[in-house]
């Protein structure tokens, strides 16, 4: 997958590869309002969380436990969301599975909305 940046990640500068194990990565970008945000990627190319092999999904919970210890030491959140997006409805735009990791502080005005805060308003009714 020569154009995807989650097979690739060295292909955005502005992406840093923060800790890693043997299958998967744990990549940051800065960004201006999720402060610590970053996502967890196999390093095999797989399309959704539903295509991770079991090693996969050991590897994405081992290095999660580190993303949270690294992430507590540098931001102190008080809180966290986790999640995957899969496919494009599901809101998944790069097509590598990826696990969001995002510190959530009590001084956000959203702190306590929690992910499925606007999935819940009226204006999504089918």
């Known amino acids: 997958m020569r ?6 990640p060295w292909q955005d500068r502005d992406q840093e590869i923060v ?7 744990f990549l ?14 196999p390093r095999e190319h797989r399309e959704t969380v539903f295509d991770l092999t079991p090693s996969e999904w050991e590897a994405t ?5 580190e ?4 992430l507590d030491k540098k931001y102190n959140p008080q ?6 997006n899969v496919g494009k409805v599901g809101g998944q735009e790069i097509f590598h599975a990826h696990l969001h990791v995002l ?3 009590e001084d956000e005005p959203l702190a306590g909305k929690g992910i499925r805060y606007y999935l819940k308003q009226d204006i999504n009714q089918r």
């Open 67 to 70: 993303v949270k210890i690294f």
């Open 19 to 25: 800790l890693s194990n043997a299958e998967c990565l």
């Open 103 to 105: 510190p959530r502080f």
């Open 79 to 84: 809180g966290y969301n986790i999640g995957w």
């Open 61 to 65: 919970y081992s290095l999660l436990q």
């Open 28 to 41: 940051q970008k800065p960004h201006p309002v999720l402060v610590g945000s970053g996502i967890i990627v």
């Open 3 to 8: 154009d995807c940046l989650f097979c690739n």
